[in-house]
């Protein structure tokens, strides 16, 4: 298996010339792992209280693309004005079929006028939240040299939508989280015990 880091992972902890390295440790695979992780490499780590190095293994599942990815609902498009006028408009069009045939003809349509809705009233919500900073800290320089009616108006404008902008962006980020499996939160405090642990 391929590796990385040190090459040495064993030392006897001796000093001066009693002082041993090996490569001891090493990680074995067959066929079949191969196969089904065939990127996958070893990293040694640096030693801490062992004589060894630990190990890490790390793989990624090669993942053949079936399609298109599937449709998404996202929470955060139910904050917006024009979202159900949207869906009542594509649900009041296509009526000559019945029943279940109706119902799926109904869904498909509204699959594909939400991801296109979506492209134009959300994009990318990331950028948009970094051009309201940006924006934001313009007018915040501004008022600091010239406190004028227009700019104090301009500033707290774009305060407001900066705050509506962060809840949908806050809200995406629940929903992919509750979709891998993590309580609200939990993501980070992981993250934080890591790092406390590291230092």
């Not at 979202?83 to 699959?111: N, Y």
């Not at 993250?191 to 406390?196: A, I, V, Y």
Request: proline share 3%; hydrophobic share 35%; aromatic share 12%.
């Amino acid at each position: 298996m391929r590796f990385q880091g040190r090459s040495l992972t064993w030392c006897n902890g001796q000093e001066g010339r009693s002082r041993k390295w090996a490569w001891l440790d090493r990680a074995v695979m067959n066929i079949a792992f191969a196969n089904t992780f065939g990127s996958s490499y070893l990293e040694y780590l640096h030693r801490k209280s062992s004589d060894h190095s630990p190990m890490m293994l790390f793989f990624d599942v090669l993942r053949a693309s079936y399609g298109p990815s599937p449709f998404k609902f996202q929470n955060m498009w139910c904050s917006h004005s024009s979202f159900l006028p949207c869906v009542e408009d594509i649900w009041k069009q296509l009526k000559p079929r019945s029943g279940l045939v109706r119902l799926a003809t109904k869904l498909k349509k509204m699959k594909v006028a939400l991801q296109s809705w979506n492209v134009q009233v959300f994009g990318r919500v990331d950028q948009s939240i970094k051009s309201l900073e940006e924006r934001l800290e313009v007018l915040e320089h501004r008022l600091q040299v010239e406190c004028t009616p227009e700019v104090v108006e301009q500033f707290f404008i774009t305060k407001m939508e900066l705050v509506e902008w962060q809840n949908r962006e806050e809200t995406r980020l629940a929903q992919r989280q509750r979709k891998n499996g993590y309580k609200r939160g939990s993501k980070h405090q992981i993250f934080s015990c890591n790092c406390q642990s590291k230092t």
